[in-house]
C-alpha cells in the first residue's frame, strides 16, 4: 500500500507561481516514479508532469517551459510558474505502482488563477 498526501494549493494572480508538494509513505519500494496530474470541472484528469520509471521527466506541452516537477519516489514536487487562468484545477499526486494498473493517488489540491 502506498499513501500519498499532496498539499501546497491556493489562489494566485496570472503570472504567479506556486509550488505543490506530496509526500509518499507506505510501500516505497513499489514505486515506479512520481507525479502530477490535473481535473477541471466537466473534464478529465489529465497529465501534467510526471517521472517515468526511468528516471526521466515528463511533461504536457501545455505547462512546458512553465513547471518543473523535482523529486524522487518518496517524494515530489511541481513548481509551478507563470500561472494562467486555464491552469485551474484540482491537482492530484499520482504514484506509478510498479505491480499495479491503477497507481495510488492523493487527496488532491485545489489550485485557482485568478484575478
Known amino acids: 500500500q502506498v499513501h500519498l498526501v499532496d498539499s501546497g494549493g491556493g489562489l494566485v494572480q496570472p503570472g504567479g507561481s506556486l509550488k505543490l508538494s506530496c509526500a509518499a509513505s507506505?510501500?516505497?519500494?513499489?514505486?515506479?516514479?512520481l507525479g502530477w496530474y490535473r481535473q477541471s470541472p466537466g473534464t478529465q484528469r489529465q497529465l501534467v508532469a510526471t517521472f517515468m520509471r526511468n528516471g526521466n521527466p515528463m511533461y504536457s506541452d501545455s505547462v512546458k517551459g512553465r513547471f518543473t516537477i523535482s523529486g524522487d519516489n518518496t517524494q515530489v514536487f511541481l513548481q509551478m510558474n507563470n500561472l494562467k487562468p486555464e491552469d485551474t484545477a484540482v491537482y492530484y499526486c499520482?504514484?506509478?505502482?510498479?505491480?499495479?494498473?491503477?497507481?495510488?493517488w492523493g487527496q488532491g489540491t485545489q489550485v485557482t488563477v485568478s484575478s
Open positions: 499520482h504514484a506509478d505502482l510498479i505491480h499495479s494498473l491503477a497507481g495510488a
Open positions: 507506505g510501500s516505497i519500494s513499489s514505486i515506479g516514479g
